[in-house]
């Protein structure tokens, strides 16, 4: 394992699922906590089990990130703790319904907390990293991001925000010793798909994985210092195909001329 510098890792959406298994896997590594999420009581019932395993400090702070006051409240303790050295970005909402069966204003909040909120935290912690020369940032994507002709195509674009905004972090932040992920994970046996409006029961068995083994799966890519994490693709090399595809497209994404095939004869 990769010896990351410690201290407290700040994670959001971390009253079930996803982020409560980040908080556990991440006091096991000698992580101190401040668990981000809406449901107070939930989070306390996680503090209390991670403080009895692991005897690290762990605070909650209730806050919903979808609000602007309490999205504040967030970044204000990300520009001020100086301990803070891991931010994981998994507050997330989905949506499953196709565009003509969804209802706008959902879509509006789901671009609010899945973007803007996550733009946000990552604006207020970047520059105490880059000041402090070390800390990880973590954004929780989707597969669902490199294919959003699957399920939801707003909720698709999200997370396609998430990736590309990782890139531009990875360009920006990696020479300041900062590290980046993108975490990229399938369907997840978590109550965030009947969150949705989906069900699981209505997946394969094959095409679901369970929460411990995608987290424990999105640490080991962490570890092995992965820009983007797919914990459920098999062979790393179609990745890198399709990157390297996409990296060819761009010395000729802007010339001076149109392309040989749009210019029309006179």
């Known amino acids: 394992m990769t010896n990351f510098p410690r201290g407290t890792a700040l994670i959001t959406g971390a009253s079930s699922g996803i982020g409560a298994l980040y908080a556990d896997r991440l006091a096991r590594r000698g992580y101190d906590l401040i668990l981000v999420a809406r449901g107070q009581d939930a989070l306390a019932r996680i503090r209390e089990d991670i403080v009895q395993a692991t005897g690290r400090t762990v605070t909650t702070v209730r806050a919903d990130l979808g609000e602007r006051d309490d999205l504040l409240k967030i970044e204000a303790i990300l520009r001020s703790d100086p301990s803070i050295t891991m931010l994981v970005n998994n507050a997330g909402v989905g949506a499953v319904a196709p565009l003509l069966m969804s209802d706008v204003e959902d879509m509006e909040r789901m671009i609010r907390l899945n973007v803007t ?50 890139f531009s972090l990875q360009k920006e932040l990696a020479e300041k010793n900062i590290r980046i992920q993108a975490v990229l994970p399938g369907a997840v046996d978590t109550p965030f798909w009947e969150a949705s409006g989906g069900s699981l029961d209505r997946l394969p068995d094959q095409i ?5 083994d995608a987290v424990d799966a999105a640490l080991a890519g962490l570890d092995m210092g992965e820009l983007i994490t797919l914990p459920s693709i098999p062979d790393i090399g179609d990745w890198n195909a399709y990157e390297a595809a996409r990296q060819k497209l761009m010395p000729n994404l802007s010339r001076d001329v149109p392309a040989a095939r749009y210019q029309t004869r006179r």
């Open 117 to 166: 909120a996550l733009t946000r935290l990552v604006y207020a912690v970047a520059p105490s990293f880059v000041a402090r020369e070390h800390g990880t940032i973590v954004n929780m994507a989707s597969a669902l991001g490199i294919a959003p002709e699957i399920l939801n195509g707003v909720y698709g674009a999200t997370k396609a925000f998430v990736i590309a905004l990782t």
């Open 208 to 212: 679901v994985m369970k929460a411990e």
